[in-house]
């Protein structure tokens, strides 16, 4: 310890022993670059994909994986093909990928702490093939380094149908709650997609309009206020703030407030259906850590 990473070892002039890096050390050094918890993360690769046979093909990557109190290592793994247990006779199970820090990729009923996930399948009754695998995972969980955007941190979406009525005077629309593990600059991007008719359904309102107040609240205080106008013919606007949070469990309420209504109805223009326009949503992103 207390030597320089990439300097040359020495002999110290007092003890006359040899001093340098330690591997505590490049663990020290490799925990300080990447944000982890309990379990480690991809850095990158590590592509899961299925095979004709029941063993799934794993792209080559690396692995960043907590060893310790402030310690970590880095895992390469060359690609390999996985053997995995027949299909159950009935029913189904799912079997979690890992990799150890020993460098081994592995797959099991549960994933261990201290190891990264790399997939997680869903196997069905008597398949013989993994491409007849499901993928449960979701999004891939990777190690971000200190400093770099945490990417998407928590987004709503309006669940309304296309075309639905929007009457509330005022109304909570969303609660988002996430957690950052230090002080950030956070992006709030709101997207909103409505229109005015003379009725849901029918034609356009022509010559009339509304609007929309829209409220950010975090952790019980309001933050910031929008009105956005409606008009008589659809369109979708975007408005985004950014706000300083501390480290720490945060709250994020989204209220919706009608100002004014010139006439007509106000109908939701965002949804699955064939004609439906971009949806009503918040999103926060990661900026990057405060120093």
């Known amino acids: 310890m207390n030597w320089p990473i990439g300097k040359d070892r020495a002999r110290d002039p007092e003890t006359g022993q040899v001093v340098g890096t330690t591997p505590t050390d490049i663990q020290t050094w490799i925990w300080s670059l990447y944000r982890l918890g309990n379990y480690g993360a991809i850095a990158k690769g590590l592509e899961v994909t299925g095979t004709s046979t029941m063993a799934y093909s ?3 990557g690396l692995s960043i994986i907590p060893t310790g109190d402030r310690l ?49 399948r869903e196997v069905p009754a008597g398949i013989t093939a993994t491409t007849a695998t499901k993928s449960l995972l979701g999004d891939r969980k990777y190690a971000p380094i200190y400093g770099a955007s945490m990417g998407i941190i928590s987004r709503w979406e309006d669940p309304l149908a296309y075309l639905a009525t929007v009457s509330d005077a005022r109304k909570k629309v969303g609660t988002l709650t996430f957690t950052i593990d230090s002080d950030r600059t956070l992006d709030f991007a709101l997207q909103v997609s409505y229109d005015q008719k003379a009725a849901a359904n029918t034609s356009e309102d022509t010559g009339k309009a509304a609007s929309f107040i829209w409220e950010i609240w975090i952790d019980g205080k309001k933050r910031r206020s929008i009105e956005l106008a409606v008009h008589s013919w659809g369109e979708t606007k975007q408005n985004s703030a950014s706000f300083n949070l501390t480290a720490g469990t945060h709250t994020v309420d989204l209220y919706r407030s009608r100002r004014m209504k010139s006439g007509g109805v106000i109908v939701y223009k965002g949804g699955t259906s064939s004609g439906a326009w971009p949806d009503t949503s918040l999103s926060i992103v990661d900026r990057g850590g405060i120093e």
């Open 72 to 120: 970590a290592v880095a895992v390469p793994t060359e690609a390999l093909l996985l053997q995995t247990p027949e299909a159950p006779s009935t029913g189904k199970r799912t079997e979690y990928i890992y990799v150890s820090n020993d460098g081994v990729i592995r797959v099991g009923a549960t994933q261990p702490a201290g190891t990264a996930l790399i997939d997680k």
């Open 58 to 60: 794993i792209k080559r």
